[in-house]
């Protein structure tokens, strides 16, 4: 007898479908919670305030500015030089103290002299010998009881003994070393008794007031560096100091390697600070005044699609774009929530494109975008956004120097 089996079809069917079933639920349960998530974040996100921010703020004022051409220059004395002696000799004595101011002709140095002193009493006795024997030859002459020739042997001796003492003196002279023209004396090393050769310099000697103080500028440039236009000095071991001096002199040729024009300024320097070889900066005035709408550079956030500042505004941010699309149309404009009302700054930030022009120190000039009176965000703009409810806090303030100088640690 055949024996009758079922199939197992059936039963592998409905183990599918349950599997199925269940893989439905799980994934409608995940679809479900990832739906309901996000609308209660979302909700959170939307029920959050935009928090208000602490921002520096200046307001925007003209200000009155003179162009000018800056450059690099370098200190140089009117009259200086190093001093040295053009006769070899033993030091005598130094008549001046390192550093003093000294005049014209004042005496410095001198070496020892006696033996040449000495040659020069003996000539200067001949010469008067000499002297005496040509006025006695002339007297003769006049009764003709000599010669005229012996007159005129007298007469040339005379000149040979006037000249040997002139060049003796000039040797006596060349012993002591005078201040060609007032100055100030450098460190003097020289003591007495000691050796000094032929050239050597012994002292160096500088006229400080005034001073020259040349520097480069392009050959662009050249048109503005008129005689007579007015300079400003500063220097970077004169911290707070300017110097005020005019342009006297150009150089008549450009350089070829640099394509750069000398330029010479003199500066008046009464108290002695500027010295030679010194750098300094030179700010030469070009043109007329010029008035700009002016901020701080820290004010301006820099970038490759255009230069943006805040400008704060006085009252609640304006509705959001998501506020606006909640609304409904056929309502109207949506109530405000009294129950989440709280009291918070009255002053938001909007960004908007200007255009900078010059800048002078850590300042920059705005020639559009911002108008005089509007007050703008100097510090914390990294923090901000369009909307952005902000606290004002003008305690400390961004450097607004025309004139900075480095600070020493």
């Keep these: 007898m055949n024996t009758y089996v079922l199939p197992a079809r059936p039963k592998l069917r409905k183990r599918l479908i349950i599997v199925i079933v269940a893989l439905l639920i799980l994934f409608g349960a995940l679809v479900a919670w990832n739906t309901i998530k996000g609308i209660y974040i979302g909700k ?91 006025k006695r030859s002339k007297a003769q002459l006049e009764v003709q009881a000599i010669s005229k020739a012996q007159y005129d042997t007298d007469m040339a001796n005379l000149k040979s003994a006037q000249a040997n003492v002139a060049a003796q003196q000039a040797l006596v002279d060349k012993k002591t070393l005078r201040a060609p023209f007032a100055g100030r004396v450098g460190i003097i090393t020289a003591t007495p008794g000691q050796y000094i050769n032929v050239g050597n310099s012994v002292v160096t000697l500088q006229q400080l007031d005034p001073v020259y103080v040349d520097f480069t500028v392009p050959q662009s440039s050249l048109d503005q560096m008129r005689i007579g236009s007015k300079v400003e000095i500063s220097a970077d071991g004169l911290k707070g100091k300017t110097f005020t001096g005019t342009v006297t002199a150009t150089d008549p040729k450009v350089d070829l390697a640099t394509r750069n024009v000398g330029v010479e ?21 070009s043109g007329s005044e010029q008035r700009y709408l002016t901020l701080p550079q820290t004010a301006i956030a820099y970038a490759p699609y255009g230069d943006t500042v805040f400008v704060v505004h006085q009252g609640d941010p304006p509705a959001s774009s998501a506020d606006a699309k909640q609304a409904d149309p056929k309502k109207g404009a949506p109530k405000a929530d009294t129950k989440n009302t709280k009291s918070g700054p009255s002053h938001y930030v909007q960004q908007v494109v200007v255009t900078v022009g010059p800048t002078r120190g850590d300042q920059v000039a705005v020639l559009s975008g911002v108008k005089a009176g509007d007050v703008v965000v100097t510090s914390g703009q990294l923090k901000l956004k369009n909307g952005t409810p902000v606290n004002i806090n003008n305690t400390v303030q961004p450097a607004f120097n025309p004139n900075p100088h480095p600070v020493e640690q």
Excluded: C
């Design 44 to 134: 959170f996100m939307a029920s959050m305030a935009n928090p208000p921010q602490t921002i520096s703020t200046m307001t925007a004022e003209y200000q009155s500015w003179q162009p000018h051409v800056e450059a690099f220059g370098n200190v140089r004395a009117v009259h200086g030089t190093d001093l040295a002696f053009d006769v070899a000799g033993l030091v005598e004595n130094v008549d001046v103290k390192s550093g003093a101011d000294v005049k014209k002709g004042q005496i410095l140095m001198k070496l020892v002299d006696a033996q040449d002193r000495a040659q020069l009493a003996s000539l200067q006795a001949a010469e008067q010998l000499a002297a005496l024997t040509a």
């Design 265 to 285: 300024a003199t500066v008046p320097n009464p108290d002695k600070l500027l010295v030679p070889g010194m750098f300094t900066k030179v700010a030469v005035d």
